[in-house]
């Protein structure tokens, strides 16, 4: 089996090297390997992000307040990711939601 630490690494240097779409690439490869990697759903939706790619970078964003739902950052991520994409409505629901207690 793959070393998920690794290619994550190596998605890491090719976003420090400026190669955007090979750093998502290379986390699209660990979600094919590891589907509930959260640290790669991150990564994945600052990336998409930045590549212009609301739709993806919102949905990656979701996938990762729904796999870490008890951490109020999930949503602080969901909400900036929403608000750099001039959805404003949906990112004031995600801080609203991550300021709400989980039990």
Same mark, same amino acid.
Do not use: F, W
């Given at each position: 089996?793959?070393?998920?630490?690794?290619?994550?690494?190596?998605?890491?240097?090719?976003?420090?090297?400026?190669?955007?779409?090979?750093?998502?690439?290379?986390?699209?490869?660990?979600?094919?390997?590891? +589907?509930?990697?959260?640290?790669?759903?991150?990564? $994945?939706?600052?990336? &998409? @992000? *930045? %590549?212009?790619?609301?739709?993806?970078?919102?949905?990656?964003?979701?996938?990762?307040?729904?796999?870490? +739902?008890?951490?109020?950052?999930?949503?602080?991520? $969901?909400?900036?990711? &929403? @608000? *750099? %994409?001039g959805r404003i409505a949906e990112a004031e629901e995600a801080l609203?939601?991550?300021?709400?207690?989980?039990?």
């Amino acid at each position: 089996m793959p070393d998920i630490n690794a290619m994550y690494d190596e998605a890491t240097a090719l976003k420090d090297a400026a190669n955007l779409p090979g750093a998502v690439a290379k986390l699209e490869e660990i979600l094919a390997i590891e +589907p509930t990697h959260v640290l790669t759903h991150q990564a $994945l939706a600052v990336y &998409c @992000q *930045r %590549l212009g790619l609301a739709d993806k970078a919102i949905a990656y964003a979701r996938k990762v307040v729904e796999l870490d +739902p008890k951490n109020p950052v999930s949503y602080t991520q $969901l909400s900036i990711i &929403c @608000q *750099r %994409l001039g959805r404003i409505a949906e990112a004031e629901e995600a801080l609203a939601r991550g300021k709400m207690p989980v039990h």
